[in-house]
Nanobody, 116 residues
Framework: QVQLVESGGGLVQPGGSLRLSCVVS????????MGWYRQAPGKQRELVAE???????TYADSVKGRFTISRDNAKNALYLQMNSLKPEDTAVYYC??????????WGQGTQVTVSS
C-alpha cells in the first residue's frame, strides 16, 4: 500500500526558510504526479505547488518566486524549498500523490509556523 511521510516543518521567523520532505513507499514513484497543499486554521486546503511525472511545475500565485517544488525519483522523495516565508504561510502542509484524476493519497501533514 502507498504511504507518504512528511517532515521538515517547524517554527521560523518571517523572512526565514524551511525545506519540507515527503518520502513515498509502496508504489513506483516516478510515474505519478505529486503536489504540496496546505491548510490554515479556518480555511480550506489549497494548492501550493504541483509537479508532474515529467517534471513540469505549477505554483500558486501566493508562493510563486519564493517556493520551489522538486522530486528525486531515485529516493522516492518530494521536496518543497520555502524561502522568504511570511506569516500567511502558516499552515499544515500536506504531500499528495495522484494515482488517478480523482484518487489521491495524502501524507499526515507537517506544521509550518511563521511568526516573530
Amino acid at each position: 500500500q502507498v504511504q507518504l511521510v512528511e517532515s521538515g516543518g517547524g517554527l521560523v521567523q518571517p523572512g526565514g526558510s524551511l525545506r519540507l520532505s515527503c518520502v513515498v513507499s509502496g508504489t513506483t514513484f516516478s510515474v505519478y504526479g505529486m503536489g504540496w497543499y496546505r491548510q490554515a486554521p479556518g480555511k480550506q486546503r489549497e494548492l501550493v505547488a504541483e509537479i508532474t511525472s515529467g517534471g513540469t511545475t505549477t505554483y500558486a500565485d501566493s508562493v510563486k518566486g519564493r517556493f520551489t517544488i522538486s522530486r528525486d525519483n531515485a529516493k522516492n522523495a518530494l521536496y518543497l524549498q520555502m524561502n522568504s516565508l511570511k506569516p500567511e504561510d502558516t499552515a499544515v502542509y500536506y504531500c499528495k500523490i495522484s494515482i488517478l484524476r480523482d484518487l489521491n493519497i495524502w501524507g499526515q501533514g507537517t506544521q509550518v509556523t511563521v511568526s516573530s
